[in-house]
């Protein structure tokens, strides 16, 4: 079974400080790893993505990712927060392996409610 | 370009009726998915299109879900006798998917569907 899971329902950051919202995942395969963010009343945009190849893998806006696999970790991190920042963010793992035919539905963590304080 | 359309972008309905919720892709997506968000939790993938094939329906809460999705580009889902654990945001997908990799799904702004 694969699911994945936030530590953290909501962070709350100054504006300039770092960001690090938390995910760990179960996977009985080789993994790929996502993070969404969603604005207030807007879709999903994809923000990075890890499918085996860098561990460290570099997405928009300034934010990154590290798959660690001793640790089942995919943590997003940001050097340092900006107002237009907040809004939730989503850990997700895609539930099948690669075969054709497989429905490659992602799985979503609970989300993380980042706030960024002025 | 133009992105996932879904409407309408609220509907609100009585316990019991019955509602279609619309998703129209991107163009040229094979892959369409419909999921769910509930408030406070994340989201709960419904229903699966790809191209001609049968529908992988295997998330659906009950057989009072169905979707269809017509000449492999606009899908329609509907909820029958509608209840109010069904209140969510009901978001579509598309993706270019081909077999062997993963293809980013794109997202819709999603149907927020209220039942009284």
């Known amino acids: 079974a694969q699911s994945v899971t936030q530590l953290d329902s909501h962070v709350s950051v100054s504006e300039g400080t770092p960001v690090l919202l938390r995910c760990n995942y179960s996977?009985?395969?080789?993994?790929?790893l996502f993070w969404y963010v969603q604005h207030p009343n807007k879709g999903l945009q994809l923000l990075l993505k890890?499918?085996?190849?860098?561990?460290l893998v570099k997405g928009i806006n300034g934010f990154e990712a590290e798959f660690k696999k001793s640790e089942t970790s995919f943590h997003l991190t940001k050097p340092s927060a900006h107002m237009s920042d907040a809004a939730e963010y989503f850990c997700?793992?895609?539930?099948?392996?690669?075969?054709?035919?497989?429905?490659?539905?992602?799985?979503f963590g609970s989300g993380t409610q980042l706030t960024v304080l002025p | 370009g133009a992105g996932v359309s879904q409407s309408p972008s609220n509907k609100v309905t009585e316990k019991g009726k019955d509602v279609e919720l619309r998703c129209d892709p991107i163009?040229?997506?094979?892959?369409l998915y419909w999921y769910r968000q509930s408030l406070g939790q994340g989201l709960e993938f419904l229903i699966y299109?790809?191209?001609?094939?049968?529908?992988?329906k295997s998330g659906l809460p009950s057989d009072r879900f169905s979707a269809e999705r017509t000449g492999g580009s606009v899908s329609t889902l509907t909820i029958q006798r509608t209840q109010q654990e069904d209140s969510a945001v009901y978001l579509c997908?598309?993706?270019?998917?081909?077999?062997?990799?993963?293809?980013?799904?794109?997202f819709g702004p999603g149907t927020r569907l209220t039942v009284l």
């Open positions: 996977s009985s395969y080789s993994p790929s």
């Open positions: 299109f790809q191209g001609n094939s049968a529908p992988d």
């Open positions: 997700v793992v895609i539930m099948s392996p690669f075969s054709s035919g497989s429905a490659r539905q992602l799985t």
């Open positions: 890890y499918t085996s190849a860098a561990t």
């Open positions: 997908a598309s993706s270019p998917l081909t077999s062997g990799s993963y293809n980013e799904q794109f």
């Open positions: 163009s040229g997506h094979t892959a």
